[in-house]
Protein backbone atom coordinates (compact mmCIF):
# COMPACT_ATOMS: atom_id res chain seq x y z
CA UNK A 1 0.00 0.00 0.00
CA UNK A 2 0.77 3.54 -0.52
CA UNK A 3 -0.10 6.33 1.89
CA UNK A 4 0.69 10.10 1.16
CA UNK A 5 2.62 11.99 4.11
CA UNK A 6 2.24 16.03 4.22
CA UNK A 7 3.42 18.31 6.67
CA UNK A 8 1.45 21.13 7.91
CA UNK A 9 2.15 23.99 8.44
CA UNK A 10 2.93 25.88 11.91
CA UNK A 11 -0.34 27.12 13.04
CA UNK A 12 0.00 30.90 13.86
CA UNK A 13 -0.75 32.69 17.15
CA UNK A 14 -2.30 36.15 17.66
CA UNK A 15 -0.94 38.50 19.84
CA UNK A 16 -1.86 42.18 20.76
CA UNK A 17 -2.36 44.68 18.33
CA UNK A 18 -3.05 41.68 15.55
CA UNK A 19 0.16 40.66 15.62
CA UNK A 20 1.09 36.86 14.60
CA UNK A 21 3.92 34.37 15.40
CA UNK A 22 4.24 30.68 15.16
CA UNK A 23 6.07 31.17 18.84
CA UNK A 24 4.54 32.36 21.78
CA UNK A 25 7.90 33.78 23.26
CA UNK A 26 8.70 35.40 19.93
CA UNK A 27 5.17 36.89 19.61
CA UNK A 28 5.31 38.34 22.94
CA UNK A 29 8.18 40.19 22.49
CA UNK A 30 7.34 41.44 19.41
CA UNK A 31 3.35 42.22 20.06
CA UNK A 32 2.69 42.17 23.54
CA UNK A 33 0.11 39.70 25.20
CA UNK A 34 -3.36 39.42 23.61
CA UNK A 35 -5.53 41.00 26.38
CA UNK A 36 -3.18 43.06 29.03
CA UNK A 37 -6.38 43.36 31.15
CA UNK A 38 -7.28 45.90 33.42
CA UNK A 39 -4.38 47.91 35.79
CA UNK A 40 -0.83 47.97 35.26
CA UNK A 41 0.28 44.77 36.99
CA UNK A 42 -0.45 41.52 39.10
CA UNK A 43 -0.56 41.37 42.65
CA UNK A 44 0.70 38.54 44.18
CA UNK A 45 0.81 36.45 47.63
CA UNK A 46 3.30 34.30 48.26
CA UNK A 47 3.20 31.47 51.32
CA UNK A 48 6.23 29.34 52.16
CA UNK A 49 9.00 29.31 54.79
CA UNK A 50 11.54 32.12 55.48
CA UNK A 51 13.75 30.75 52.93
CA UNK A 52 11.42 29.74 50.18
CA UNK A 53 9.51 33.17 50.57
CA UNK A 54 12.87 35.68 50.69
CA UNK A 55 13.83 32.70 47.49
CA UNK A 56 10.68 33.59 45.32
CA UNK A 57 11.01 37.30 45.95
CA UNK A 58 14.34 37.74 45.03
CA UNK A 59 13.75 35.77 41.62
CA UNK A 60 11.44 38.25 40.66
CA UNK A 61 13.55 40.92 41.47
CA UNK A 62 16.68 39.20 39.19
CA UNK A 63 13.97 39.00 36.24
CA UNK A 64 12.93 42.59 36.32
CA UNK A 65 16.12 43.40 34.33
CA UNK A 66 16.10 40.12 31.86
CA UNK A 67 18.21 36.84 31.93
CA UNK A 68 20.19 35.94 29.57
CA UNK A 69 20.37 32.93 27.22
CA UNK A 70 22.36 30.10 27.34
CA UNK A 71 25.22 30.65 24.51
CA UNK A 72 24.61 28.22 21.62
CA UNK A 73 23.40 27.79 18.30
CA UNK A 74 19.42 27.07 19.74
CA UNK A 75 18.55 30.79 20.31
CA UNK A 76 15.37 30.59 18.82
CA UNK A 77 14.34 27.30 21.03
CA UNK A 78 15.97 28.80 24.27
CA UNK A 79 15.88 33.07 23.89
CA UNK A 80 16.60 35.48 26.85
CA UNK A 81 13.91 36.73 28.71
CA UNK A 82 13.60 40.21 27.94
CA UNK A 83 13.08 41.17 31.73
CA UNK A 84 9.74 43.58 33.43
CA UNK A 85 11.16 46.96 32.46
CA UNK A 86 10.70 48.68 29.19
CA UNK A 87 10.72 45.89 27.31
CA UNK A 88 8.52 43.30 29.47
CA UNK A 89 6.63 41.16 27.08
CA UNK A 90 3.32 41.24 29.39
CA UNK A 91 3.38 44.61 29.41
CA UNK A 92 2.39 44.82 33.00
CA UNK A 93 4.04 44.70 36.46
CA UNK A 94 4.53 41.62 38.96
CA UNK A 95 4.79 42.75 42.52
CA UNK A 96 4.17 41.02 46.05
CA UNK A 97 1.92 42.92 47.67
CA UNK A 98 2.54 44.57 51.01
CA UNK A 99 1.26 42.54 53.97
CA UNK A 100 0.73 39.50 51.07
CA UNK A 101 4.13 37.38 52.56
CA UNK A 102 3.15 34.86 55.40
CA UNK A 103 6.18 32.99 56.81
CA UNK A 104 5.47 29.81 57.79
CA UNK A 105 7.18 28.56 61.21
CA UNK A 106 9.44 25.78 60.82
CA UNK A 107 7.83 23.73 63.73
CA UNK A 108 4.75 23.30 61.44
CA UNK A 109 7.16 21.58 58.31
CA UNK A 110 8.89 19.55 60.97
CA UNK A 111 5.64 17.65 61.86
CA UNK A 112 4.99 17.20 58.42
CA UNK A 113 7.98 15.82 58.00
CA UNK A 114 8.15 13.67 60.86
CA UNK A 115 4.55 11.89 60.10
CA UNK A 116 5.10 8.23 58.90
CA UNK A 117 2.09 7.60 57.14
CA UNK A 118 2.09 9.09 53.38
CA UNK A 119 -1.36 10.46 53.12
CA UNK A 120 -1.74 12.23 56.52
CA UNK A 121 1.74 13.99 55.32
CA UNK A 122 0.24 15.08 52.14
CA UNK A 123 -3.20 15.97 53.83
CA UNK A 124 -0.98 17.81 56.89
CA UNK A 125 0.78 19.86 54.17
CA UNK A 126 -2.71 20.62 52.56
CA UNK A 127 -4.42 21.90 55.36
CA UNK A 128 -1.64 24.41 56.75
CA UNK A 129 -1.39 25.81 52.98
CA UNK A 130 -5.02 25.69 52.34
CA UNK A 131 -5.79 27.58 55.72
CA UNK A 132 -3.26 30.29 55.09
CA UNK A 133 -4.35 31.06 51.40
CA UNK A 134 -7.77 31.12 52.85
CA UNK A 135 -6.62 33.93 55.23
CA UNK A 136 -4.81 35.85 52.73
CA UNK A 137 -7.98 35.76 50.01
CA UNK A 138 -10.70 37.05 53.24
CA UNK A 139 -8.36 40.25 53.26
CA UNK A 140 -9.76 43.61 51.81
CA UNK A 141 -6.45 43.86 49.77
CA UNK A 142 -7.09 40.53 47.72
CA UNK A 143 -4.31 39.59 45.23
CA UNK A 144 -4.63 38.17 42.07
CA UNK A 145 -2.35 34.96 42.10
CA UNK A 146 -1.27 33.03 45.51
CA UNK A 147 1.84 31.62 45.11
CA UNK A 148 2.56 28.51 47.02
CA UNK A 149 6.99 28.64 47.54
CA UNK A 150 7.31 25.16 48.94
CA UNK A 151 10.59 23.91 50.43
CA UNK A 152 12.83 21.10 49.25
CA UNK A 153 12.34 18.99 52.56
CA UNK A 154 8.49 19.40 52.18
CA UNK A 155 8.71 18.71 48.48
CA UNK A 156 10.67 15.18 48.74
CA UNK A 157 8.43 14.40 51.71
CA UNK A 158 5.06 14.95 49.90
CA UNK A 159 5.02 15.38 46.30
CA UNK A 160 3.78 12.24 44.94
CA UNK A 161 6.45 11.99 41.79
CA UNK A 162 5.78 8.14 41.17
CA UNK A 163 2.27 9.03 39.99
CA UNK A 164 1.49 12.38 38.19
CA UNK A 165 5.50 13.83 37.76
CA UNK A 166 5.54 17.19 37.52
CA UNK A 167 3.01 19.89 37.42
CA UNK A 168 3.63 20.64 33.82
CA UNK A 169 3.75 16.97 32.27
CA UNK A 170 0.81 15.36 30.75
CA UNK A 171 -1.72 13.96 33.19
CA UNK A 172 -2.27 10.12 33.53
CA UNK A 173 -4.96 8.14 30.99
CA UNK A 174 -8.36 7.74 32.93
CA UNK A 175 -7.40 3.99 33.35
CA UNK A 176 -5.17 4.63 36.60
CA UNK A 177 -5.37 2.15 39.61
CA UNK A 178 -7.33 2.80 42.45
CA UNK A 179 -5.25 3.00 45.78
CA UNK A 180 -2.43 5.23 44.66
CA UNK A 181 -1.03 7.62 47.05
CA UNK A 182 -2.59 11.47 47.27
CA UNK A 183 -1.58 13.78 45.00
CA UNK A 184 -0.18 17.17 46.97
CA UNK A 185 -0.99 19.68 44.22
CA UNK A 186 -4.11 18.07 43.23
CA UNK A 187 -5.50 18.37 46.67
CA UNK A 188 -4.41 21.71 47.10
CA UNK A 189 -6.43 23.01 43.80
CA UNK A 190 -9.40 21.11 45.49
CA UNK A 191 -9.04 22.20 49.02
CA UNK A 192 -8.41 26.19 47.28
CA UNK A 193 -10.80 25.67 44.25
CA UNK A 194 -13.83 27.92 45.99
CA UNK A 195 -11.60 30.98 46.61
CA UNK A 196 -11.88 33.75 43.60
CA UNK A 197 -8.13 33.75 43.48
CA UNK A 198 -5.93 31.31 41.43
CA UNK A 199 -2.46 29.62 42.51
CA UNK A 200 0.42 28.86 42.14
CA UNK A 201 2.87 26.14 43.02
CA UNK A 202 6.60 26.70 43.11
CA UNK A 203 9.83 25.15 44.18
CA UNK A 204 13.30 25.97 45.21
CA UNK A 205 14.76 24.74 41.87
CA UNK A 206 13.37 27.81 39.91
CA UNK A 207 15.21 30.41 41.48
CA UNK A 208 18.46 28.43 42.44
CA UNK A 209 20.41 26.38 40.36
CA UNK A 210 22.13 24.79 43.25
CA UNK A 211 18.87 23.25 44.75
CA UNK A 212 18.30 19.97 43.51
CA UNK A 213 14.87 17.57 44.28
CA UNK A 214 15.10 14.00 44.52
CA UNK A 215 13.24 11.73 42.84
CA UNK A 216 11.47 9.35 45.27
CA UNK A 217 12.34 6.23 43.00
CA UNK A 218 15.81 6.57 42.10
CA UNK A 219 17.03 9.17 44.21
CA UNK A 220 18.37 11.18 41.32
CA UNK A 221 17.83 14.92 40.86
CA UNK A 222 15.23 15.66 38.92
CA UNK A 223 16.25 17.78 35.39
CA UNK A 224 15.35 21.92 35.43
CA UNK A 225 15.15 23.87 32.49
CA UNK A 226 17.50 27.02 31.93
CA UNK A 227 16.81 29.95 34.04
CA UNK A 228 15.72 32.28 30.83
CA UNK A 229 12.86 29.97 30.16
CA UNK A 230 12.12 29.31 33.89
CA UNK A 231 11.76 32.87 33.65
CA UNK A 232 9.28 33.01 30.68
CA UNK A 233 7.09 30.08 31.80
CA UNK A 234 6.32 30.93 35.52
CA UNK A 235 5.30 34.75 34.33
CA UNK A 236 3.89 33.58 31.59
CA UNK A 237 1.81 30.97 34.28
CA UNK A 238 0.77 33.92 36.56
CA UNK A 239 -0.29 36.58 34.10
CA UNK A 240 -2.88 34.16 32.42
CA UNK A 241 -4.11 32.86 36.16
CA UNK A 242 -4.65 36.52 36.94
CA UNK A 243 -7.12 36.43 33.92
CA UNK A 244 -5.12 38.24 31.23
CA UNK A 245 -4.86 36.48 27.94
CA UNK A 246 -1.36 36.23 26.50
CA UNK A 247 -2.42 34.78 23.24
CA UNK A 248 -5.12 33.18 20.92
CA UNK A 249 -5.54 30.55 18.11
CA UNK A 250 -5.34 33.09 15.00
CA UNK A 251 -8.83 32.23 12.71
CA UNK A 252 -9.74 33.71 9.22
CA UNK A 253 -11.88 36.49 9.72
CA UNK A 254 -14.05 34.15 7.30
CA UNK A 255 -13.95 31.01 9.34
CA UNK A 256 -16.97 29.61 11.26
CA UNK A 257 -17.17 30.17 15.03
CA UNK A 258 -15.87 27.44 16.45
CA UNK A 259 -15.86 25.88 19.76
CA UNK A 260 -13.85 23.08 20.79
CA UNK A 261 -14.95 20.69 23.59
CA UNK A 262 -12.64 18.01 25.26
CA UNK A 263 -14.14 15.07 27.00
CA UNK A 264 -12.36 13.10 29.03
CA UNK A 265 -12.86 10.41 32.34
CA UNK A 266 -11.54 10.29 35.83
CA UNK A 267 -12.15 7.95 39.04
CA UNK A 268 -13.48 9.68 41.87
CA UNK A 269 -11.70 9.46 45.32
CA UNK A 270 -12.64 6.05 46.58
CA UNK A 271 -11.36 4.77 42.57
CA UNK A 272 -14.94 3.07 42.27
CA UNK A 273 -16.64 5.38 40.15
CA UNK A 274 -16.01 6.59 36.49
CA UNK A 275 -17.06 10.00 36.32
CA UNK A 276 -16.55 12.57 33.14
CA UNK A 277 -14.78 16.25 33.07
CA UNK A 278 -15.42 18.67 29.81
CA UNK A 279 -13.22 21.15 29.13
CA UNK A 280 -14.15 23.76 26.32
CA UNK A 281 -12.19 26.51 25.07
CA UNK A 282 -13.92 29.65 23.97
CA UNK A 283 -11.16 31.06 20.99
CA UNK A 284 -12.45 34.12 20.50
CA UNK A 285 -11.38 35.44 24.28
CA UNK A 286 -8.73 32.89 25.30
CA UNK A 287 -11.07 31.35 27.99
CA UNK A 288 -11.40 27.62 29.22
CA UNK A 289 -15.11 26.19 30.63
CA UNK A 290 -15.02 23.46 32.82
CA UNK A 291 -17.52 21.54 33.42
CA UNK A 292 -18.27 18.05 35.84
CA UNK A 293 -20.48 15.36 34.01
CA UNK A 294 -22.24 12.76 35.94
CA UNK A 295 -20.87 8.85 36.25
CA UNK A 296 -19.61 7.28 33.16
CA UNK A 297 -19.48 3.52 32.06
CA UNK A 298 -17.41 1.04 30.05
CA UNK A 299 -17.67 -1.55 27.37
CA UNK A 300 -17.55 -5.01 28.79
CA UNK A 301 -13.32 -5.27 28.57
CA UNK A 302 -13.30 -1.90 30.39
CA UNK A 303 -11.15 -0.33 27.88
CA UNK A 304 -13.47 2.25 26.91
CA UNK A 305 -15.67 4.71 28.86
CA UNK A 306 -18.72 6.27 27.73
CA UNK A 307 -21.55 8.45 28.88
CA UNK A 308 -25.44 7.20 28.72
CA UNK A 309 -27.58 9.34 26.19
CA UNK A 310 -29.62 11.35 28.98
CA UNK A 311 -25.47 12.71 30.81
CA UNK A 312 -24.08 12.91 27.19
CA UNK A 313 -27.13 15.01 26.44
CA UNK A 314 -27.10 16.99 29.59
CA UNK A 315 -23.31 17.41 29.81
CA UNK A 316 -23.11 18.92 26.24
CA UNK A 317 -26.10 21.46 26.65
CA UNK A 318 -24.74 22.64 29.60
CA UNK A 319 -21.39 23.29 27.93
CA UNK A 320 -23.28 25.03 24.93
CA UNK A 321 -25.43 27.24 27.22
CA UNK A 322 -22.41 28.46 29.02
CA UNK A 323 -20.96 29.30 26.14
CA UNK A 324 -23.93 31.26 24.71
CA UNK A 325 -24.07 32.99 28.12
CA UNK A 326 -20.00 33.61 27.27
CA UNK A 327 -20.45 34.84 23.77
CA UNK A 328 -24.39 35.46 23.76
CA UNK A 329 -24.89 33.23 20.65
CA UNK A 330 -24.35 29.86 19.82
CA UNK A 331 -21.29 28.68 17.65
CA UNK A 332 -21.53 27.90 14.25
CA UNK A 333 -19.41 24.62 14.50
CA UNK A 334 -18.14 22.27 17.23
CA UNK A 335 -15.31 19.91 17.10
CA UNK A 336 -16.09 17.19 19.96
CA UNK A 337 -12.69 14.93 21.14
CA UNK A 338 -12.68 12.24 22.91
CA UNK A 339 -9.78 9.98 24.38
CA UNK A 340 -12.30 6.50 23.69
CA UNK A 341 -14.66 5.82 20.76
CA UNK A 342 -17.61 7.05 20.86
CA UNK A 343 -21.31 4.65 21.84
CA UNK A 344 -24.58 5.31 19.61
CA UNK A 345 -26.20 6.24 22.29
CA UNK A 346 -23.40 8.37 23.55
CA UNK A 347 -23.71 10.46 20.06
CA UNK A 348 -27.73 10.26 20.04
CA UNK A 349 -27.62 12.29 23.49
CA UNK A 350 -24.55 14.76 21.87
CA UNK A 351 -26.50 14.98 18.35
CA UNK A 352 -29.62 16.21 20.22
CA UNK A 353 -28.00 18.83 22.47
CA UNK A 354 -26.29 20.15 19.25
CA UNK A 355 -29.48 20.14 16.79
CA UNK A 356 -31.56 22.10 20.18
CA UNK A 357 -28.54 24.82 19.55
CA UNK A 358 -29.18 24.63 15.98
CA UNK A 359 -25.78 23.58 15.06
CA UNK A 360 -25.37 22.71 11.57
CA UNK A 361 -21.43 21.42 11.32
CA UNK A 362 -20.05 19.10 13.60
CA UNK A 363 -16.98 16.93 13.76
CA UNK A 364 -16.99 14.11 16.22
CA UNK A 365 -12.99 12.73 17.25
CA UNK A 366 -11.58 9.84 18.97
CA UNK A 367 -7.95 10.88 19.68
CA UNK A 368 -5.97 7.35 20.09
CA UNK A 369 -2.95 8.29 21.85
CA UNK A 370 -1.38 5.17 21.74
CA UNK A 371 -0.60 4.42 17.96
CA UNK A 372 1.47 1.05 17.35
CA UNK A 373 2.41 2.95 13.98
CA UNK A 374 5.29 5.16 13.46
CA UNK A 375 6.88 7.07 10.78
CA UNK A 376 10.75 6.60 10.52
CA UNK A 377 13.07 9.89 8.33
CA UNK A 378 16.42 9.79 7.09
CA UNK A 379 18.96 10.95 9.20
CA UNK A 380 19.22 11.05 13.12
CA UNK A 381 16.30 13.28 13.96
CA UNK A 382 12.16 12.42 13.97
CA UNK A 383 9.97 13.42 11.74
CA UNK A 384 8.81 17.05 11.43
CA UNK A 385 6.25 18.23 13.63
CA UNK A 386 3.05 18.42 11.54
CA UNK A 387 3.54 15.45 9.71
CA UNK A 388 0.47 14.10 8.68
CA UNK A 389 -1.12 10.76 6.77
CA UNK A 390 -4.45 10.02 5.92
CA UNK A 391 -4.99 6.39 6.29
CA UNK A 392 -8.24 5.34 5.47
CA UNK A 393 -10.87 7.09 7.48
CA UNK A 394 -7.74 7.56 10.31
CA UNK A 395 -5.41 10.37 10.28
CA UNK A 396 -1.63 9.70 12.13
CA UNK A 397 -0.53 13.37 13.36
CA UNK A 398 2.82 14.05 14.64
CA UNK A 399 2.33 16.81 17.12
CA UNK A 400 5.79 16.22 18.34
CA UNK A 401 8.57 16.11 16.48
CA UNK A 402 11.69 18.49 14.71
CA UNK A 403 11.03 21.54 14.18
CA UNK A 404 12.37 23.75 12.05
CA UNK A 405 12.38 26.85 13.82
CA UNK A 406 14.32 25.85 16.42
CA UNK A 407 16.68 23.55 13.59
CA UNK A 408 16.54 20.70 15.67
CA UNK A 409 14.22 18.27 17.80
CA UNK A 410 13.23 19.50 21.34
CA UNK A 411 11.93 17.13 22.97
CA UNK A 412 14.04 14.02 24.76
CA UNK A 413 12.20 10.80 24.15
CA UNK A 414 11.22 9.44 20.55
CA UNK A 415 8.08 11.44 19.74
CA UNK A 416 5.12 9.31 18.80
CA UNK A 417 2.12 10.56 16.46
CA UNK A 418 -1.60 10.10 17.37
CA UNK A 419 -4.50 8.61 15.37
CA UNK A 420 -7.71 11.27 15.03
CA UNK A 421 -10.52 8.40 14.04
CA UNK A 422 -13.52 11.01 13.61
CA UNK A 423 -16.94 9.19 14.28
CA UNK A 424 -18.88 12.16 12.75
CA UNK A 425 -16.69 14.68 10.08
CA UNK A 426 -18.09 17.34 8.52
CA UNK A 427 -15.07 19.10 7.95
CA UNK A 428 -11.89 17.42 5.83
CA UNK A 429 -8.99 15.05 7.68
CA UNK A 430 -6.95 18.24 6.86
CA UNK A 431 -8.49 20.57 8.33
CA UNK A 432 -8.91 18.78 11.48
CA UNK A 433 -5.23 17.68 11.40
CA UNK A 434 -4.55 21.38 11.59
CA UNK A 435 -6.57 22.27 14.09
CA UNK A 436 -5.65 19.39 16.44
CA UNK A 437 -2.49 20.46 15.83
CA UNK A 438 -3.08 24.22 16.19
CA UNK A 439 -4.84 22.99 19.92
CA UNK A 440 -1.46 21.85 21.13
CA UNK A 441 -0.11 25.18 21.45
CA UNK A 442 -3.04 26.61 23.38
CA UNK A 443 -1.46 25.57 27.14
CA UNK A 444 -1.31 29.06 28.78
CA UNK A 445 0.46 27.41 31.62
CA UNK A 446 3.53 27.78 30.14
CA UNK A 447 5.30 29.31 26.89
CA UNK A 448 5.95 25.55 24.96
CA UNK A 449 6.15 25.62 21.57
CA UNK A 450 4.07 22.31 21.33
CA UNK A 451 2.12 19.73 23.18
CA UNK A 452 1.63 16.32 22.85
CA UNK A 453 -2.67 15.93 22.64
CA UNK A 454 -4.73 19.02 22.02
CA UNK A 455 -5.46 21.43 25.20
CA UNK A 456 -8.83 20.37 25.42
CA UNK A 457 -8.40 17.10 26.52
CA UNK A 458 -4.96 18.08 27.91
CA UNK A 459 -7.21 20.11 30.25
CA UNK A 460 -9.95 17.75 30.60
CA UNK A 461 -7.68 15.14 31.61
CA UNK A 462 -6.04 17.55 34.59
CA UNK A 463 -9.30 18.53 35.60
CA UNK A 464 -10.19 15.38 36.26
CA UNK A 465 -7.40 14.71 38.32
CA UNK A 466 -8.68 17.46 41.42
CA UNK A 467 -12.24 17.31 40.54
CA UNK A 468 -12.00 14.03 41.97
CA UNK A 469 -11.45 15.41 45.76
CA UNK A 470 -14.08 17.84 44.85
CA UNK A 471 -17.41 16.40 47.08
CA UNK A 472 -20.54 15.48 44.88
CA UNK A 473 -22.72 18.27 44.68
CA UNK A 474 -20.32 21.42 45.44
CA UNK A 475 -20.61 24.02 42.84
CA UNK A 476 -17.12 23.61 41.84
CA UNK A 477 -15.46 26.38 39.86
CA UNK A 478 -15.76 26.74 36.23
CA UNK A 479 -12.35 28.50 34.68
CA UNK A 480 -9.53 26.51 33.75
CA UNK A 481 -7.24 28.77 35.02
CA UNK A 482 -7.93 27.60 38.82
CA UNK A 483 -7.38 24.26 37.84
CA UNK A 484 -3.25 24.46 36.68
Excluded at 442 to 463: C, E, H, K, Y
Aim: glycine fraction near 8%; charged fraction near 25%.
Amino acid sequence: MTFQLDVLDEPLLEFGGGGRSIDPRMGLMEFGPLQPGTGDKVRLAVIGTAETVEGFERFVDRCRTGIAADSGRLTNLRPHFPGLGNANPFRCAFEVEAGARTVLPRRDIERILKERDNDAAVRAAVDLFAEHALAIHETSARPDVIVFALPTDLIERVVNDTVTGDADEDPLPENVPAGLPLDFRDLLKARTIHMRCPSQIIWPSTWDDAQKVNRKLNGRPRRTQDPATRAWNLFNALFYKAGRVPWRLHSPEDGLKTSYCGISFYRDETGQHLLTSSAQMFDERGKGLILKGGRARTERNQRHPYLSREDAYDLLRRALDAYRRHHKHYPARLVLYKTSRFNPAEVEGFEAAIDEALIEVRDFVWVYEGSPLLAMREGDYPPLRGSVMEMGRDTMLYTRGSVPFFKTYPGMRVPRPIMLRPHRQDTTSQELAAETLALTKMNWNSTQFDGASPITLQAARRVGRILKHVPQGFDAQGDYRYYI
